[in-house]
């Protein structure tokens, strides 16, 4: 079987740019499509060639979401649309729509049974729910805060704080969120973590809160300021910036028991050319941390102590990478907008830490 993955994953990454007759077709079809009041799913997915993003329901099914917009301008007509694809790698449901290149394209989370959209404001209106078969719910909005619980997700991290409580299809802020919270993350036994900043000369802190109720807190180390905030599985680590780069990660793995920073263990963090603004930082189900930048190189720890990094190998350059559970999701696209693809472009998926990949055809 593996080397059955491997097979595929070189042919499909020596198969290169896929071409139509010419380019000057693609160009063509690719505009008619994008001016399409009614586009087809089938188009839209084609043309685009790569999902914007990828997200997975509690039972495995997954959501890509596509987007194709004016190329030769930031405005202008533009299509997105979606598809449900069964753990069985079926295509269950799709959707397409026509759309403007001012507008914002639709985010989604994954949940127990399905999908719910990220609200595309500043407040909770806009916010739906799909099943996995693509069925369009609502879902219920309040002001009123909800202790979390279990299974509740992290819908909007700021501008307002929202979760999504699936069990009631419910859209709320958290109660107890501190005023000075700037990042958030939660868990899923509920913890809610959230990275304070003073504005003294204290430093940052990192809180955690459950039911309400705060369990702990502790300092960022000097002389470095938070950043991006991940936890799942009793890991929990921010991303540690001095000035415009990344240095190192805060982490704990046993709840927030103990802290150690990490300033090396194999990454180059020197090597982050981009910025804090495109760290990926992602944690897998058994606590392991995946680390690296946008368009980038990525490194996943040897194991759930992350004191110790391996640079991944890709098929193909990624210009993004997320997790789910313990399985990769590797996108290859294109860093500005184009009618052609580029080489390997689209959705590639290694189940085995980055070993194996596969194309998703």
């Not at 500043?122 to 799909?130: M, N, Q, R, T, V």
């Not at 702990?216 to 180390?221: I, K, Q, R």
């Not at 603004?277 to 606590?287: I, N, P, T, W, Y």
């Not at 680390?291 to 490194?299: I, L, Q, T």
Request: hydrophobic share 35%; aromatic share 6%.
């Amino acid at each position: 079987m593996a080397a059955a993955s491997a097979a595929l994953a070189l042919t499909a990454c020596g198969a290169g740019v896929r071409d139509d007759a010419s380019t000057g077709d693609r160009e063509a079809r690719y505009k008619r499509v994008i001016e399409e009041p009614h586009p087809r799913p089938a188009d839209v997915i084609e043309l685009a060639g790569a999902p914007t993003s990828v997200v997975r329901a509690g039972e495995g099914s997954l959501l890509l979401t596509y987007y194709a917009g004016n190329v030769e301008d930031d405005e202008g007509p533009a299509a997105s649309a979606w598809r449900i694809i069964g753990p069985d790698g079926a295509t269950v449901a799709q959707h397409a729509e026509h759309t403007d290149a001012e507008a914002t394209p639709a985010a989604y989370k994954g949940v127990t049974g399905g999908f719910v959209r990220v609200p595309p404001g500043e407040g909770a209106e806009g916010a739906y729910a799909l099943d996995v078969r693509g069925k369009r719910q609502k879902v219920v909005i309040t002001g009123t805060p909800l202790r979390t619980r279990p299974g509740d997700v992290l819908l909007g991290e700021l501008e307002p704080t929202l979760i999504y409580r699936t069990a009631t299809r419910t859209v709320a802020p958290p109660a107890g969120a501190p005023q000075d919270a700037v990042r958030f993350a939660v868990d899923e036994r509920g913890t809610v973590w959230s990275l304070g900043q003073s504005l003294t000369e204290d430093p940052d802190h990192v809180l955690w809160q459950r039911d309400g109720r705060t369990l702990g807190s502790t300092a960022v180390p000097k002389p470095y300021a938070g950043g991006v905030l991940v936890a799942r599985g009793g890991t929990a680590a921010l991303s540690l910036t001095r000035g415009e780069s990344v240095s190192g990660l805060l982490v704990t793995t046993d709840s927030g028991g103990h802290w150690r920073t990490v300033l090396g263990g194999g990454v180059a963090w020197r090597g982050l050319k981009r910025g804090p603004g495109s760290l990926v930082l992602e944690v897998l189900a058994d606590g392991r941390l995946l680390v690296g930048e946008e368009g980038g190189r990525y490194w996943l720890a040897d194991d759930h102590t992350n004191t110790a990094f391996h640079q991944l190998k890709t098929p193909t350059p990624l210009t993004s990478l997320t997790v789910h559970g313990k399985t990769l999701y590797g996108i290859a696209d294109a860093t500005t907008a184009t009618y052609s693809l580029v080489k390997g472009e689209g959705l590639w998926i290694s189940r085995d830490g980055g070993r194996e990949w596969r194309r998703h055809e």
